[in-house]
């Protein structure tokens, strides 16, 4: 069992960067992945990026990579997401998520799940 919990999102302006944060505490000890997934109204939620246990390993979305980056602070517990050069179709709500095992990219395939945080980009 993973408690995920999301900080950082706001109003910024387009061009402005933003750094989200996720903390996590973990139940039962493991290796975790941990994934940054959005979800824009009316829209599906889709992956952003993840991260291993160890923060050594990363992966992005094709779109996002050289814009975003994912970081693991292992002795905070935490994962950040710092999101650059932001434009309104980035605007949408963040999920934190986490699993032992699957595919980084799938949303399915992640067990635990923040509650979210809004992100909003004016143009």
């Known amino acids: 069992q993973v408690d995920l919990v999301e900080s950082g999102g706001g109003l910024v302006q387009a061009g402005d960067s933003l750094r989200l944060s996720c903390a996590a505490s973990?139940?039962?000890?493991?290796?975790?992945?941990t994934g940054w997934f959005r979800q824009a109204p009316g829209k599906t939620r889709t992956f952003v990026s993840a991260?291993?246990?160890?923060?050594?390993?990363?992966e992005y979305a094709d779109s996002l990579r050289g814009r975003f980056t994912i970081s693991k602070d292992s002795a905070k517990n935490t994962v950040d997401l710092q999101m650059n050069n932001l434009t309104p179709e980035d605007t949408a709500v963040y999920y934190c998520?986490?699993?032992?095992?699957?595919?980084?990219?799938?949303?399915?395939?992640?067990?635990?799940w923040g509650q979210g945080t809004q992100v909003t980009v004016s143009s």
């Open positions: 998520a986490a699993t032992e095992v699957g595919t980084w990219s799938q949303a399915s395939d992640y067990r635990y």
């Open positions: 991260i291993d246990w160890n923060g050594e390993i990363t």
């Open positions: 973990a139940r039962t000890p493991g290796t975790y992945i």
